[in-house]
């Protein structure tokens, strides 16, 4: 039953990177004994709560299950209570959650950079394994390292990003981001810190 007692979580929170989710909240303060969690979770469709394998947890976190890790567009609401000894907290819930619209994507791996006198050819892996049917595209911002740069831009699918059309022997600076493009919408990932590299002398 739950008990006036012991309040329920607070700061309850879905942390989503890369589609690796995590729910996570503030420990709940008692005088004595150690409080222990139980989260569950319930998808739009199906509408009862399942166990996410953190039954009675010490730990005011709980990683999602593998399948829920690979469920991305399935619409998920989840709950957390305290438990101490027999009583129980009520259940503190999260606003529904969809890992395609609300996870944050990170930056793409720069894996190398190949200069030649008028271009410089990037080559990147995405921030995430890809799943089929992703279809992800690289936005590139670049600019002459000088004093008044001025930013110009590319976008491209392919993991090998060419900036041409460049001075010779000049230092250029980039930046790369992804954007997973869903049916409708799109998810714009984080942009990568910037790099500089000198082009070749011909």
Aim: proline letters at 10%.
């Amino acid at each position: 039953e739950p008990s006036p007692h012991l309040p329920a979580p607070k700061d309850v929170e879905i942390y989503s990177y890369n589609f690796q989710s995590l729910l996570r909240w503030s420990p709940v303060p008692v005088e004595n004994g150690s409080v222990l969690y139980t989260a569950q979770y319930t998808t739009k469709s199906f509408g009862k709560w399942s166990d996410m394998g953190c039954a009675r947890t010490p730990r005011p976190r709980c990683a999602f299950p593998p399948e829920l890790q690979r469920r991305r567009r399935w619409t998920l609401t989840l709950r957390v209570r305290a438990e101490l000894g027999p009583l129980a907290s009520p259940w503190a819930y999260t606003d529904s959650f969809v890992a395609e619209r609300n996870t944050t994507l990170g930056p793409p791996r720069v894996n190398g950079v190949s200069a030649s006198p008028d271009s410089l050819l990037i080559s990147v892996s995405p921030p995430f394994p890809l799943e089929a049917g992703d279809v992800l595209q690289y936005h590139v911002s670049y600019w002459e390292n000088t004093t008044s740069p001025t930013e110009k831009k590319l976008s491209d699918i392919n993991t090998l990003l060419q900036i041409e059309n460049l001075k010779e022997s000049t230092l250029y600076c980039f930046s790369v981001q992804v954007e997973l493009q869903i049916y409708s919408s799109h998810l714009l990932g984080q942009q990568s810190a910037p790099e500089c590299h000198r082009t070749a002398l011909s």
